[in-house]
């Protein structure tokens, strides 16, 4: 899959990095991998939950370029909710991250007025 | 962190945890682990929210997409390949020193051909994220004098054991001592590489040369084995597989470049900052 020019991510990376954009602006600080691919096909109204080999992938390369950190959750928190020996693995959306979006968001409301924009004509000026 | 696989978990769960441990099957154990421990608490989070067909359907979903990660992703390692090498390496042994109607010279040969990959194999087993050249040396060579054997001693139409046509073909026979002296260069190149200080340069020059060397191999193969199919089956099936393990190799060959080539062992104390040889060139 072809890289994009400005922010070097593919599109489910970037698919990926709006939605964890989108929770941390709806106040969630650290969110698991299913949380993210749950919110992603929540938004996209009718996809279905990205499978984990590419929801894996996505998020490993994201933290790779420092978007995203994560984090083993502490295993006693785990058995507080009845999941003891199962602790989840959290996400945070990092301030470069946070700066991919931006751009992100940025060059797509660009791309889509310029989408828009119907050239004037020449002589319109005088 | 350890994946917690219990047999408490409902048949969906555990289903689908089955399949991750199949496709994360010869990945370095850290990498491993991680993916198993986060693929199952993201199962268990998703039993809460989605009926265990869905959970099903996501595991089967993916399988697809692992596999293709598996293959072309320069992060994972090489070990499907190696395993598969050295599974055509070993049935190479058994089939060459079994009593077939070949002539004894071309069955030595094969035996030492197969002997060579089996070694090459081992070696991507041993350690797949690294190209360690000093190891592959005696593979190599196994490999390179092998495949040129097999080249010199291809049985003439006189030695051919059958009364099927397959040899009186020209072309096909010409293209098989073909890709076996290219392969042999391709070795001997890989050989070289270890001796010099651009090693680098050499092994994608191998590299190169193994991936034609090998796609004529494979295509040749195939067609022979297919040809072959009525005339003796168990000739026909290891050359099939020996043409599919080729092709396979085209495919995995090119990725090698990703992978770090260095001389030796860095404990040895013989290496520049690259890994590879000082001093020599």
């Not at chain 1, 990095?17 to 938004?43: E, P, S």
Request: glycine share 8%; charged share 20%.
């Amino acid at each position: 899959m072809k890289r994009r020019d400005g922010t070097g991510l593919v599109r489910n990376e970037l698919r990926l990095l709006l939605t964890a954009a989108d929770l941390q602006i709806a106040g969630h600080d650290r969110f698991h991998g299913y949380d993210l691919a749950r919110h992603l096909a929540d938004a996209e109204d009718g996809s279905s939950i990205m499978s984990q080999p590419t929801l894996y992938r996505s998020l490993r390369r994201l933290e790779d370029r420092g978007a995203l950190s994560s984090e083993w959750e502490d295993p006693a928190e785990a058995a507080r909710q009845g999941r003891e020996g199962r602790p989840r693995r959290y996400y945070r959306l990092t301030a470069a991250g946070a700066e991919l979006a931006t751009s992100e968001l940025h060059e797509q409301q660009l791309r889509w007025i310029s989408g828009r924009l119907v050239p004037l004509p020449a002589n319109t000026a005088d | 962190m350890q994946s917690d696989y219990r047999a408490r978990f409902p048949l969906s769960i555990r289903l689908a945890h089955a399949i991750n441990r199949l496709l994360t099957w010869g990945m370095t154990t850290p990498d491993r682990q991680r993916l198993l421990s986060e693929g199952l608490a993201d199962w268990e989070a998703m039993a809460e929210d989605q009926r265990p067909r869905q959970v099903l359907g996501r595991a089967i979903r993916g399988i697809p997409a692992a596999i293709w990660f598996r293959l072309s992703d320069r992060d994972i390692t090489s070990m499907p390949a190696g395993i598969a090498l050295s599974l055509v390496g070993l049935g190479g042994i058994v089939s060459g020193s079994a009593a077939s109607p070949y002539p004894e010279p071309f069955k030595l040969f094969v035996v030492v051909t197969s002997a060579g990959l089996l070694l090459v194999g081992v070696n991507f087993v041993r350690n797949p994220r690294r190209v360690i050249l000093a190891r592959y040396r005696p593979a190599g060579l196994l490999a390179a004098v092998g495949f040129t054997g097999l080249a010199v001693t291809f049985p003439t139409a006189a030695q051919w054991p059958y009364d099927g046509p397959v040899l009186e073909n020209v072309v096909m026979d010409r293209a098989m001592q073909v890709s076996f002296v290219v392969i042999a260069i391709g070795f001997l190149l890989l050989i070289a590489a270890s001796h010099v200080r651009e090693g680098r340069r050499w092994v994608t020059t191998a590299g190169i040369v193994l991936v034609i060397g090998t796609a004529t191999l494979g295509v040749t193969q195939i067609v022979w084995g297919v040809t072959m199919a009525p005339i003796d089956l168990t000739m026909s099936v290891p050359s099939l597989v020996i043409g599919l393990g080729a092709l396979s190799f085209v495919h995995v060959l090119p990725r090698l470049r990703h992978l770090d080539i260095v001389y030796s062992e860095v404990k040895t104390g013989r290496l520049d900052q690259q890994g590879l040889r000082k001093g020599k060139s």
